[in-house]
């Protein structure tokens, strides 16, 4: 039931889904006509319009909130168009939402809100206005067009808000392992950094601009025909970073289903809400295999490696702890 109708190369990994898999995926699909229970809505895929949706939601059942809507482009999403709006359209667009989804939010929530260069200006000022803003995230695509008279657009914005002072985030979760460039020694021993056949490597601190993502493509197994689906390393980071084991994460705009899948691999409950049935029943899809394959590419020994990084290095020395990159 590809969008495309075209049978993938032998090499080519891009799931896809013949009628009858999308047939009984669909039954497992929730499709609300009354208010739900915390209960009824956790690990749930639901198919409908969050129009419909959102009132439906229980009240402060959602640790996480996690929105990628709709960028302010001319854009078609199997068959479904999204016609830009004027920059005041496009902050009220996105205010409207954020006003229905706040019942559903915790006192201690995050908030995380992806864009473009184009309307990331319009989601600051619709998030500013409701909650409180701790930072912008800007991630290196390193696809993108190239172009004769302008600079190539590569990176896109995600900003990280919160409904109150109180609010969690774990930096130890998200720290990256980088190749050492200046190897210290304390003593003759190494200063945060340890030794591999490959290099030395530290854990650094995550900053507000991630130049170590991939976007899925036709070679990875992650990948799907949805035009706009992030990296499940991408929504790794942002998961580990801004809930706990077993907190429920929200991702009404849900697509192919790339936040819930990330949070079942990462022990979180999810909801997920999509309008479209192929891109609902792909995220189905994506769960079943996550739950026999919980690996997210780029992740791995509990922390988050380079681009393009198969493995993480191998330890020069045996008696390293059980994960020897925490320090």
């Known amino acids: 039931m590809n969008p495309g109708g075209k049978k993938n190369a032998p090499r080519n990994r891009t799931l896809d889904l013949s009628p009858a898999e999308c047939d009984r995926l669909a039954g497992?699909?929730?499709?609300?006509?009354?208010?739900?229970?915390?209960?009824?809505?956790?690990?749930?895929l639901i198919h409908d319009d969050l129009r419909h949706a959102a009132p439906l939601l229980p009240d402060g059942f959602a640790d996480l909130l996690i929105l990628d809507p709709p960028y302010n482009l001319d854009k078609e999403f199997n068959g479904r168009r999204f016609a830009p709006l004027d920059d005041a359209g496009y902050v009220d667009y996105l205010g409207a939402w954020l006003d229905a989804l706040r019942h559903t939010l915790?006192?201690?929530?995050?908030?995380?809100?992806?864009?473009?260069?184009?309307?990331?200006?319009?989601?600051?000022?619709?998030?500013?206005?409701?909650?409180?803003?701790?930072?912008?995230?800007?991630?290196?695509?390193?696809?993108?067009?190239?172009?004769?008279?302008?600079?190539?657009?590569?990176?896109?914005?995600?900003?990280?808000?919160?409904?109150?002072?109180?609010?969690?985030?774990?930096?130890?979760?998200?720290?990256?392992?980088?190749?050492?460039?200046?190897?210290?020694?304390?003593?003759?021993?190494?200063?945060?950094?340890?030794?591999?056949?490959?290099?030395?490597?530290?854990?650094?601190?995550?900053?507000n601009f991630w130049d170590d993502l991939t976007v899925p493509f036709w070679s990875m197994p992650e990948n799907t025909p949805h035009p706009t689906q992030k990296p499940e390393k991408l929504l790794a980071k942002l998961i580990l970073a801004s809930s706990r084991p077993g907190d429920l994460v929200l991702d009404p705009f849900s697509g192919s289903g790339t936040t819930a899948v990330t949070a079942r691999k990462l022990g979180r409950r999810f909801c997920g809400i999509e309008i479209d049935l192929y891109y609902c029943c792909l995220a189905a899809a994506r769960l079943e295999l996550a739950a026999h394959d919980p690996r997210i590419q780029g992740y791995q020994s509990g922390v988050f490696l380079d681009r393009n990084c198969t493995h993480a290095p191998r330890l020069a020395h045996t008696d390293a702890p059980s994960n020897p990159w925490k320090m």
Request: glycine share 6%; aromatic share 10%; charged share 30%.
């Open 28 to 44: 497992t699909l929730l499709r609300p006509d009354r208010p739900l229970r915390p209960a009824d809505a956790a690990d749930r």
């Open 106 to 207: 915790k006192p201690d929530a995050s908030i995380y809100l992806c864009g473009d260069w184009r309307c990331s200006a319009a989601g600051y000022l619709a998030l500013s206005s409701r909650f409180r803003i701790r930072n912008r995230i800007v991630w290196q695509r390193e696809k993108g067009r190239g172009a004769r008279s302008n600079w190539k657009n590569c990176t896109e914005d995600i900003w990280f808000a919160t409904v109150s002072d109180d609010y969690h985030f774990d930096v130890n979760a998200v720290k990256q392992l980088r190749r050492v460039l200046a190897p210290y020694r304390d003593n003759g021993a190494p200063k945060d950094w340890r030794e591999t056949p490959e290099g030395r490597f530290r854990l650094t601190c995550p900053s």
